[in-house]
């Protein structure tokens, strides 16, 4: 299951990408927000992060204006890593190095085709393990500091 959530910035952009999930039969389930109604974006990135790193969702997807500062929120949730991503390398290198359990995207930043690419490339590339795994781990480490 994945979840999906965006502040009004990236609402629009949401809103594709949901179409886009439906249509492809990916479950999900989009927590917000539900209009362009301006709202604070820590508040939905801590919510979906909370999800994924208590092991509700498998993977989120959140969208803000530019993607970063969903990514830098739902980054301070312990177990996430969260990739701020505009092109599809960075997401396949974000799932095969750093096994990203999270992309943030940014509607004012990419257009919905690309967007839709990255999320397919994000959730369709799988973590190479190895010395990646060890280097995740060191990440981990972090946490505790
Ligand atoms: C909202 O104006 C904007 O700051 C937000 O969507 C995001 O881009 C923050 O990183």
């Known amino acids: 299951m994945i979840v999906i959530a965006s502040d009004h910035a990236g609402f629009p952009l949401k809103q594709e990408l949901a179409e886009h999930l439906r249509a492809k039969g990916v ?10 109604e301006s709202v604070d974006y820590p508040e939905y990135a801590a919510r979906a992060a909370r999800g994924v790193a208590d092991g509700t969702y498998d993977r989120g997807i959140l969208v803000c204006g530019t993607g970063l500062g969903m ?10 890593r969260c990739a701020a991503v505009s092109e599809s390398y960075s997401a396949e290198m974000s799932r095969s190095h750093n096994d990203a359990n999270m992309i943030a995207l940014g509607g004012r930043v990419i257009g919905p085709e ?9 959730l ?4 190479l393990g190895g010395k ?4 995740v781990d060191m990440i981990g480490a972090l946490e505790t500091e």
């Open 124 to 127: 369709s590339t799988e973590f």
């Open 132 to 135: 990646h795994q060890r280097r």
């Open 114 to 122: 690309l967007a839709k690419q990255i999320v397919d490339v994000f």
């Open 27 to 36: 479950a999900f389930e989009d927590i917000g927000c539900y209009s362009a």
């Open 71 to 80: 990514a830098m929120a739902a980054g301070k949730i312990r177990g996430i």
